[in-house]
């Protein structure tokens, strides 16, 4: 079992000390980092403590170890799941074939574009997230949100380690471009338009953790597959981080849902905003929003770039292993929604470029586990409200529908149509003006809960709901 030395300049189970070349480039790029951090990090006032969990070690019990840090001390580090001893290629062209320590000349820029693409959107979300610490909901709330934030960084690291360590001096300038776009920016936008929306509020963060990481969880999860170990390694351990993410997006949203319901029992009406909470038809429009642009992370259906990288062994499937076919889809085929002469259909194209439809099929299917659970929450306040993902074809700006206006229920109508009934099915003005006015400033008293939000129904790590999760002294 690789352990991690914390007291390295920077943790790592990679034995950076052996390669010091390596280790003197990562020790520039560190304080950039921080400069970063300081820059465009939370904003949370004078320096708290927050019960954070940091890495000692990749196993079970080693990886998450908590205890009280000051944010800008935390150890952020690269940690690489342990090696499997003679791992094979699973996929593609090369299947069966040894994985790459080093990366092919072939593959040098497709590589270093997927792990340019994956380390951008780290900063990205800790950039549109900076502000929320001002009107979190708990102290719970914003040490989840600290956590979350600290680990982006981390990923951040473990993508610009991989560009450091494989990528020569590309690796070295794209590392540093990483530090220098911004979310959200005219100039020097992050890559993808998803990671330059805003994050206004908490209950867009409970959407986006629940929603957009979990398109983390599913790229990290097909790069996991790589043929490229030290990417897959690395991919690996990342998805031990997300889980938690995606844990505060769904729990998040089914307090939020809880707290609604309660008040609507409570005062028998629909028309709750008036008693200080999320009215569910506004919770549905969030969700339209969230969906739908995440939906576009996963690029157009059909994609000969998807196609490239699978044969290359570059970028697998979500549990490529456990797929009951040749890993090669040669022949094989894929139906992928179309609009044609006027509807829907599936039509049957090439598997090897279907394989973003593929992806973006598994991630709807995990989504709608997770709304149905809210929706059991609702319906067990006796409320008539169901809670519905919106079509794939709803508000798209990537792929084929991206010209196309569609309603949530699958219509598609004309533009004028579109913009006059735009307000009933994304998050209005209004809508955000009333979920802001509910968040006025943050909560952080020990057990103290916003009124919007239910309270958890359980601690961290074991520790009681009123544990004093973030100090502010
Ligand atoms: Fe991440
Ligand atoms: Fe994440």
């Not at 927050?50 to 840090?69: E, K, M, P």
Request: charged share 30%; proline share 5%; glycine share 8%.
């Amino acid at each position: 079992m690789s352990s991690v030395d914390l007291n390295d300049r920077i943790p790592n189970n990679v034995d950076l000390a052996s390669d010091r070349r390596l280790q003197r480039a990562l020790e520039q790029w560190q304080p950039a980092f921080l400069d970063w951090w300081r820059e465009m990090g939370p904003v949370a006032g004078a320096a708290p403590e927050a019960y954070l969990r940091t890495a000692t070690s990749v196993d079970r019990s080693g990886w998450a170890n908590f205890g009280f840090t000051r944010m800008p001390d935390y150890r952020w580090g690269v940690f690489l799941a342990d090696p499997e001893p003679d791992r094979r290629i699973g996929f593609g062209d090369h299947k069966g074939e040894p994985v790459w320590q080093r990366v092919p000349g072939d593959y040098r820029a497709a590589l270093r574009r997927l792990i340019v693409i994956q380390g951008d959107t780290e900063p990205a979300s800790v950039e549109q997230q900076r502000h929320l610490g001002r009107t979190c909901p708990s102290g719970y709330d914003l040490r989840n949100l600290f956590q979350i934030n600290v680990e982006e960084g981390r990923h951040l690291w473990a993508m610009v380690y991989l560009l450091h360590a494989h990528f020569g001096r590309d690796g070295r300038e794209e590392a540093q471009a990483l530090l220098e776009r911004r979310s959200g920016d005219a100039d020097r936008p992050r890559i993808l338009t998803a990671f330059n929306e805003r994050t206004p509020d908490w209950l867009a963060l409970f959407m986006f953790t629940f929603l957009t990481d979990r398109d983390g969880k599913f790229q990290l999860h097909s790069l996991a597959e790589s043929a490229f170990d030290p990417l897959a390694r690395t991919c690996r351990f990342m998805l031990t981080e997300e889980a938690h993410h995606m844990f505060v997006g769904i729990t998040g949203l089914a307090r939020v849902a809880q707290r609604t319901c309660e008040v609507m029992r409570e005062h028998e009406t629909d028309d709750v905003r008036r008693f200080g909470v999320i009215d569910l038809p506004t919770f549905q429009r969030y969700l339209n929003f969230h969906f739908s642009v995440t939906l576009d992370l996963f690029g157009a259906e059909i994609s000969t770039n998807a196609a490239g990288g699978y044969t290359g062994g570059l970028k697998g499937r979500f549990h490529e292993p456990e797929i009951d076919d040749d890993h090669r889809l040669s022949h094989a085929t894929y139906p992928v929604l179309q609009w044609e002469d006027g509807e829907f259909r599936k039509v049957d194209v090439p598997a090897l470029n279907a394989l973003n439809e593929r992806l973006r099929v598994d991630f709807v299917a995990d989504v709608e586990t997770g709304i149905g659970r809210i929706n059991r929450i609702v319906r067990s306040f006796g409320v008539d409200f169901e809670l519905a993902l919106p079509h794939v074809a709803f508000n798209r700006r990537v792929g084929a529908f991206a010209d196309l206006d569609v309603t949530p229920e699958g219509t598609v109508v004309d533009g004028e149509t579109w913009r006059r009934r735009e307000e009933e099915w994304l998050p209005s003005e209004s809508d955000r003006a009333h979920v802001r006015s509910l968040m006025p400033e943050a909560i952080t008293e020990p057990g103290k809960f916003a009124n919007w939000i239910a309270p958890p129904s359980r601690g961290i790590n074991h520790q009681p709901i009123d544990f004093e999760y973030v100090r502010l002294d």
